[in-house]
T-cell receptor
């Protein structure tokens, strides 16, 4: 199993540009998550999904959108990128919240200039 | 709202020392508590998961305990090695899983 994979690893955007961060897991996990990690801070939840077709907002959803058309994929869309969205983005998955580990992807480092 | 605090923020120890990292949380109604390791520029690697009905978990030189009544978890690392140098994060809850800011550990050879 590849686990949780993310693309791209790095990206530089100009203010106002848009992009999609890709996340795929091959563990047949129902739950998937997007976090952002800013320097010296803990991880903040952006969006999550409990299964295909179901998504919900986390703590910091503004400026982002998600979709979950399949169990495997959970892309994160940034519209009109702003410097405040400069961060490292992590995708994660778990089979269910009760008694199961959360597994993380390697992250996407995004800079908005 | 769940809040997770990790103390200390940074720790430097000589190789071979046993050490304890602390994690406290405000809401004891948690499904489980998970400890992660993060190396610089990398993602998070799961170390130990303690289910809410358990009091501790062990993996090799690592032992994590959970005391829900006091809102505390500890990660014990035995016989520390330079390769243990990393940031250790704890996370509590369900969805959302709430993370502490981490303890940055340096093990000096």
């Amino acid at each position: 199993n590849a686990g949780v994979t993310q693309t791209p690893k790095f990206r530089i955007l100009k203010i106002g540009q848009s992009m999609t961060l890709q996340c795929t897991q091959d563990m047949n996990h129902n739950y998937m998550y997007w976090y952002r990690q800013d320097p010296g801070m803990g991880l903040k939840l952006i969006y999550y999904s409990v299964g295909a077709g179901i998504t919900d907002k986390g703590e910091v959803p503004n400026g982002y959108n998600v979709s979950r058309s399949t169990t495997e994929d959970f892309p994160l869309r940034l519209e009109l990128a702003a410097p405040s969205q400069t961060s490292v983005y992590f995708c994660a998955s778990r089979r269910s919240p009760e008694n199961n580990e959360q597994f993380f992807g390697p992250g996407t480092r995004l800079t908005v200039l | 709202k769940q809040e997770v605090t990790q103390i200390p923020a940074a720790l430097s120890v000589p190789e071979g020392e046993n050490l304890v990292l602390n994690c406290s949380f405000t809401d004891s109604a948690i499904y489980n508590l998970q400890w992660f390791r993060q190396d610089p520029g990398k993602g998070l690697t799961s170390l130990l998961l303690i289910q809410s009905s358990q009091r501790e978990q062990t993996s090799g030189r690592l032992n994590a305990s959970l005391d829900k009544s006091s809102g505390r978890s500890t990660l014990y690392i035995a016989a520390s090695q330079p390769g243990d140098s990393a940031t250790y994060l704890c996370a509590a809850g369900n969805t959302p899983l709430v993370f502490g800011k981490g303890t940055r550990l340096s093990v000096i050879a």
